[in-house]
């Protein structure tokens, strides 16, 4: 769970947002009116989020990924195969512990429509968020998490290519074939 289900309102950025947040788990739900212009969101969690999953609620626009090994010059959508996009979603600013950027995109900004944000930050032994680079080996390259994962989601970011989820409830040992495929 996120926290206080009601959410507690948060003017840390500049559009005021409605944050429920579980700081322990690395994890908030934020709620924002958007406005057009760019702007800054308060998230709540206290330290830098890696991973951000915007939607606007309003309109059928597409789900807007933020992620820290795509970089703040880009994204990706959650819903799509595409490579990644580029543009000023974020305004080319890196998340703080207070707050992230967002531009004049309507998938996360448009004018009077409510938008969610999904925010994830790493939690030693809980959660890790990064990267890697395949090796077009069968077994693939090895990826340290420092825990088990019960729960991976996976996008290739340089051609076009399905997210795929992976998870410890479908295949509880290696190797795990049964995936998720969000995009679908």
């Known amino acids: 769970a996120a926290g206080n289900s009601a959410g507690s309102s948060n003017s840390d950025g500049s559009i005021t947002s409605t944050v429920t ?3 322990t788990a690395g994890f908030s739900i934020v709620k924002y009116t958007g406005t057009k212009s760019n702007a800054t969101i308060g998230h709540g969690l206290g330290v830098v989020p890696k991973m951000i999953i915007i939607k606007d ?3 059928t ?3 807007i990924v933020y992620h820290e090994a795509v970089g703040n ?3 990706l959508y959650l819903n799509l195969t595409n ?3 580029t543009q000023a979603v974020f305004q080319d600013t890196t ?8 531009g004049t995109t309507d998938g996360v900004n448009k004018a009077s429509a409510v938008h969610v944000a999904y925010c994830f930050a790493e939690v030693e032994g809980y959660s890790s968020i990064g990267s890697y680079t395949g090796n077009g080996s069968t077994n693939g390259p090895f990826v ?3 825990f088990k994962p019960a729960f991976v989601l996976l996008k290739r970011t340089n051609s076009a290519q399905e997210w795929q989820i992976y998870d410890t409830q479908r295949d509880p040992f290696n190797v795990a074939d ?4 969000p995009n679908t």
């Open 144 to 146: 340290y998490t420092g």
């Open 21 to 23: 947040a579980n700081t």
């Open 57 to 59: 609620t309003t309109n």
């Open 73 to 75: 010059d880009g994204n």
């Open 83 to 85: 490579a990644k996009a």
């Open 178 to 181: 049964h995936r998720l495929v």
């Open 95 to 102: 998340p703080t512990s207070s707050v992230f950027s967002i």
């Open 61 to 63: 626009e597409s789900w």
